[in-house]
């Protein structure tokens, strides 16, 4: 049996940790510096100018950091925030954490990403937020929501956790909301094992979110206002700093690899590779194909025939948040007939560094051999 056919074992993602993590651990755990400190702050420098931007604050995870930004835009109980249902639960949970009430838009059936004209039917009165997730990689439309944003006189949030280093119109995303969200858990582009940042050009809006991320401590024990503990650790700090420096290496390659599976999927009757937008750099944190009625295989079936040809893969998302069951319980069940279709059909498929151009000859003839 040749290299090329012989059964592989290709995770669906896998972190790159090297000595520099490592040793920029040690050299923290050395210092005694374990806590939010210098290493975190100079983390926070280097995010924010990569994502040229002003300013970022380093927090425990992806999850508290969208938490953050939507407490420092003093959103409350009766405001409405609109944001799609075809993503991570965290993007709307975040919402309820207010007190406030989640829209969901439906997507664009191309890129995945919130469809800005669903977005203007949502609109209402108490209309407070708009949270656009750069799904898998692939910003989502930022001129049109922020046109939006500004005409309505409401706040724009880029859920970027899937996204680091993406460009919209040769401009990194980040900056283009009044604040942007990052998670570094491990399955991402970059990581600190579990960690995420807060983005934003506004100064007062940084100055806030900075006190409610440390007990709304103005200075060392004088409290003004009610704060919780949202600090990134120094070690975290460290991990982060170590892969920044690799992350454009690493996007590179996840892009190649997405070409490489594009041409290898190329006229697979019922199969569709991902759509990228001529206006954006795709950092392809997810490679997902849609799997239609006229293939061989539906998309579980599918799934399970990789898995044994040792091929990783994943389903994000399988079930759009409006139809969770929590969601459904408060009722927040609003019909989004892109999403469904698309939550019934996407399959990801690996495309990390690590993956080979051996690896993705072999998955592409995978597939043709069905």
Known sequence: MSKQTEKRNISIAKPLIGDEEIESVIKVLKSGMLAYGAEVQEFEKEFANYHQTKYGLGVTNGTVALDLALKALKLTYGDEVITTPFTF???????????????????????????????????????KA??????????????ALKEIAEDHNI???????????????????????????????????????????????????CNRAKLIRNHGQSEKYLHTELGYNFRMTSISAAIGRAQLKNLDNWTTKRIENAKLLNNGLKGINGIITPYEDKNVKHVYHQYCIQVEDEFKLNRDELQGYLAEKGIGTGIHYPIPVNYQPLYEKMGYKEECKISQHVSERILSLPVHPSVSKEDIDYIANVFKNI
């Open 89 to 127: 639960i965290a993007s709307s949970n975040a919402i309820l954490y207010q007190g406030s009430k989640p829209v969901f838009a439906d997507i664009d059936e191309k890129t995945y990403n919130i469809d800005p004209e669903k977005v203007m039917e949502k609109i209402t009165p108490n209309t």
């Open 130 to 143: 708009i949270i656009a997730v750069h799904l898998f990689g692939q910003p989502a439309n930022v001129k």
């Open 155 to 205: 706040y724009l949030i880029e859920d970027a956790a899937q996204a680091h280093g993406a460009e919209y119109n040769k401009k990194r995303i980040g900056g283009f909301g009044d604040f942007s969200t990052f998670s570094f858990y491990p399955t991402k582009n970059m990581t600190t094992g579990e960690g995420g940042m807060v983005l934003t050009n506004n100064e007062e809006l």
